[in-house]
């Protein structure tokens, strides 16, 4: 007797069928559905991470025929298994090197205004700067500052670097910052009110950090005014800690400047 399928549909209603493609990082596709085209930096199960050309990232399903690549309908897969893969760059974007022992601390620190600052470079920059032998230490607050770097008494074998917040010129930070003479200590800042401003909105779902009023405190603003829940700031930096993988997550205005710190002390 003759077998029959049990799939009745016309064969010219059948969709055609698509190549399956890795999401490999760095591939380029489009998402149809929203326009949407960037480049893979991640794939997770069932979720693929898009980034676009200004930085923005979004996630999206792994559905069946759900991107075009180079014009073409295409299905993305993830990418096989292929055993532990090494790193070829760490966080900050640096070459990695893989076995590497942290090198015996040097005299010379890496000071960070801010636990959450501090934080912050620990993740992004915590193996260059064991690669380094570069410590940071946590810096409370800057009023303090110049009698902090006459007691460390910097040289030009244990060189001292400060990260500031928010500064400006004309601001309390940048006049203090400026009575900071030793050619041995260099003193840098960016632009925020705050660090978590250092980090791009879309890594943390938002389209924009809030304007918040003068007179009122900054993280406590911007947790109401998102949703967030304003009486446990330090869980929710915790969340946007979780959200940063790497560079790419951070504002330039932020990177410059750390790098400018590492390449002063190590030089």
């Known amino acids: 007797m003759r077998q029959y399928s049990a799939d009745l549909t016309p064969p010219w209603k059948k969709p055609r069928p698509v190549p399956e493609v890795a999401a490999e990082p760095g591939l380029v596709v489009e998402e149809p559905g929203t326009g949407f ?46 055993g532990p893969v090494r790193p070829t760059r760490t966080a900050s974007g640096s070459v990695a090197v893989p076995g590497a022992r942290a090198r015996v601390a040097r005299a010379g620190r890496i000071y960070v205004e801010g636990r959450h600052d501090a934080e912050l470079v620990e993740k992004v920059w915590g193996d ?78 938002i389209e924009a950090w ?25 869980a929710v930096w915790q969340a946007i800690l979780a959200r940063v993988s790497s560079y790419r997550d951070l504002e330039p205005e932020l990177l410059g400047r750390v790098e400018e710190l590492i390449d002063f002390v190590t030089v």
């Not at 559905?63 to 690549?69: K, N």
């Not at 405190?217 to 330090?234: I, L």
């Open 37 to 82: 085209c960037g480049a893979v930096i991640r794939c997770e199960a069932g979720t693929v991470t898009l980034e676009d050309r200004f930085g923005k990232h979004r996630v999206f399903p792994l559905e069946p025929r759900g991107f075009l690549l180079e014009g073409r309908v295409v299905t993305l897969v993830r990418p096989p298994s292929a």
């Open 128 to 205: 260059d700067l064991r690669v380094e032998g570069v410590v940071v230490e946590y810096l409370e607050g800057v009023d303090d500052l110049p009698k902090i770097v006459a007691d460390f008494a910097p040289d030009r074998d244990a060189k001292l670097g400060i990260l500031v917040d928010h500064l400006l010129p004309g601001t309390k930070e940048w006049r203090i910052a400026q009575s900071v003479t030793s050619e041995h200590a260099l003193v840098v800042g960016h632009p925020y009110i705050d660090i978590w401003e250092a980090v791009k909105p879309s890594s943390v779902g």
């Open 210 to 234: 809030p304007r918040v009023p003068h007179g009122q405190d900054w993280k406590t603003g911007v947790c109401r005014a998102v949703g967030w829940p304003p009486e446990n700031t330090g």
